[in-house]
């Protein structure tokens, strides 16, 4: 599909992609700190649920065609020009948040992907293949862990049982959550291939604000490393204690925390390492803590790296284990290879947005995606709009409407071009 085809012209209704957004954000709303409008809607909660029943309703006012599968990934159709609804060209993201959330990560790409389609069928317009949309189950993790589970299981890489298994920070399990708020669908796990795949999101970060840039071409997304760190160690009286004679996991735990820091800033972007978690027992301000637990998160572009990040981790707590007389054992929580993104998806998403008059970079992901569990099924891409200040997964997180718009423009124009192109990824 050439630039010069009248197609090009079509727009999405802005005013009402914001509106949607702007309801979608009242269900678990929340103020900051500074009042700021945040939103938490942690997986299958109830909150979870009632953003549910609001994003399906938006897709039942367009006729879709409405899949609801055994993990609670719900995906809306428009069949093609012949009534197929098989190998649709599908946008995607989440609509669930981490507990101090914002109104924008996830939200945006599954809310901009409806007005794209919706943008098509207002025009009338009879694609070659069809157009859908969908939310992943659980991409955040918050809850749940791994993070982008729905789109793992939807993709084959976790078994549905081992899935519906999974026990939650709160105890419950996936299953009974699932079937508890009335999305356990009937719709087969592993789903349906696509014949491509492509996500707008914000950025997460500062790169494009800071480079004056409005739109982000993604490259891939990082590797990621997720461990479970716990320390035994022996609890004791504070005061009577001797400090050479302790065997204090809490500080233990503090010279994990330490190590990540200084291993991510030792060897250097794009490595980077935190810590997120620490729980000490019994948790009294005069007894040495007994046992910690911690959480690790590292993550790299490359493989090689990445391992080399967690090999040198492992060496420094057997150490530290020896030096202080403790325990240390780990457990993975959730383990992924980095992913590169399909070339002539990334081209053609650089090329849209230079053909709508944004400036643009190639640039990595760094936070996960459901794009890298659909890259393992057919050609994925995502587009990035600009973070302002860089900030996420915090309640002051914001995105300008007029960058908003535009990618949700860029992403209307590359599902039509995937759409209506004889080869499914023509050269831009």
């Not at 946008?91 to 794209?116: C, F, P, W």
């Not at 500062?206 to 840039?213: I, K, N, S, T, Y």
């Not at 998806?345 to 709508?356: D, F, G, H, V």
Request: aromatic share 4%.
């Amino acid at each position: 599909m050439s630039a010069d085809l009248p197609h090009l012209a079509l727009r999405i209704d802005g005013a009402r992609l914001l509106d949607r957004l702007q309801a979608l954000a009242q269900i678990g709303a929340y103020q900051g700190p500074n009042g700021e409008p945040g939103c938490s809607r942690l997986a299958l909660t109830d909150a979870d649920r009632a953003g549910r029943d609001l994003v399906v309703s938006f897709m039942r006012e367009q006729g879709l065609q409405i899949r609801i599968d055994a993990i609670g990934n719900v995906l809306a159709i428009r069949p093609d020009h012949r009534g197929r609804v098989e190998q649709p060209v599908l946008a995607g993201s989440h609509i669930d948040t981490v507990r101090t959330g914002g109104r924008y990560d996830g939200n945006l790409g599954v809310l901009a992907g409806l007005s794209a389609i919706e943008a098509v069928a207002r025009a009338g317009i009879a694609t070659r293949r069809p157009l859908a949309v969908a939310f992943f189950t659980n991409e955040e993790g918050a809850r749940f862990s791994p993070d982008m589970l729905g789109s793992l299981v939807y993709a084959g890489g976790l078994p549905l049982d081992e899935a519906y298994g999974i026990r939650g920070i709160d105890g419950a399990t996936v299953g009974d959550e699932l079937r508890r708020i009335g999305y356990a669908g009937s719709a087969a796990c592993p789903g349906p291939v696509p014949a491509a795949y492509v996500e707008l999101h914000i950025e997460q970060g500062p790169v494009l604000e800071a480079a004056g840039l409005r739109i982000g071409a993604v490259t891939g997304v990082q590797g990621i490393s997720w461990q479970e760190i716990t320390i035994t160690g022996q609890s004791n009286h504070a005061g009577t204690t001797p400090m050479a004679l302790r065997h204090d996991a809490g500080y233990a735990a503090a010279r994990v925390a330490t190590f990540v820091r200084e291993l991510a800033c030792e060897l250097g972007p794009p490595q980077v390492g935190t810590v997120g978690q620490i729980t000490l027992f019994p948790g009294l301000v005069n007894v040495i803590p007994a046992t910690a637990k911690l959480t690790v998160d590292l993550r790299h572009t490359d493989e090689q790296s990445l391992q080399q990040a967690e090999a040198r981790l492992r060496e420094f707590a057997a150490r530290l284990a020896q030096q202080e007389g403790v325990q240390i054992t780990s457990r993975s929580l959730a383990r992924f290879a980095p992913v590169a993104f399909d070339p002539q998806m990334i081209a053609l998403i650089e090329s849209t947005a230079q053909r709508l008059g944004a400036s643009t970079q190639r640039m990595p992901s760094g936070a996960g995606h459901d794009a890298q569990m659909m890259a393992r099924l057919c050609p994925a891409g995502m587009i990035f709009t600009p973070s302002q200040r860089g900030i996420s997964h915090n309640p002051a997180e914001c995105t300008a409407p007029d960058d908003l718009i535009l990618g949700a423009n860029i992403l209307l124009q590359v599902m039509l071009t995937l759409a209506q192109s004889e080869a499914l990824l023509p050269s831009p």
